[in-house]
């Protein structure tokens, strides 16, 4: 077997932790297609337009599918463009009668890919 140079992959964790059953098929589809499509910081130009056209949908399946991916942060979306996000680690689950733990920020390594959601939200805070 030949890997093509475009070729992608897709986390196993989707399976392991379980994030497929978080999603409809529909979300799953334009799951694949973003993976499929997106450039190596996840980035897909794609227009809504041409995803629905490829995909057989019509724009409100997209939105719907899309909506989906965003609730379970495996997108970000800001119009034109969508960003497929790496997946978290799982949070530690608290003993029972526990409060949750809260989250803490985290800092990045060098090198590390940040989510266009983190990204966008910084631009908006800084213009505030």
Do not use: M, N
């Amino acid at each position: 077997r030949r890997i093509p140079r475009q070729f992608s992959w897709i986390d196993q964790r989707l399976v392991r932790e379980r994030h497929l059953g978080q999603c409809t098929a529909e979300a799953l589809a334009l799951y694949l297609f973003l993976v499929t499509v997106a450039d190596a910081d996840g980035l897909s130009f794609y227009g809504d337009g041409s995803i629905a056209q490829l995909l057989g949908w019509s724009e409100a399946q997209l939105r719907a599918a899309r909506a989906g991916l965003a609730r379970t942060d495996l997108i970000a979306f800001r119009a034109p463009l969508y960003q497929v996000l790496s997946l978290d680690a799982p949070a530690p689950r608290p003993a029972v009668g526990e409060p949750p733990p809260v989250p803490l920020p985290r800092a990045r390594a060098a090198g590390e890919l940040r989510a266009l959601r983190a990204i966008l939200q910084q631009a908006q805070e800084a213009g505030r």
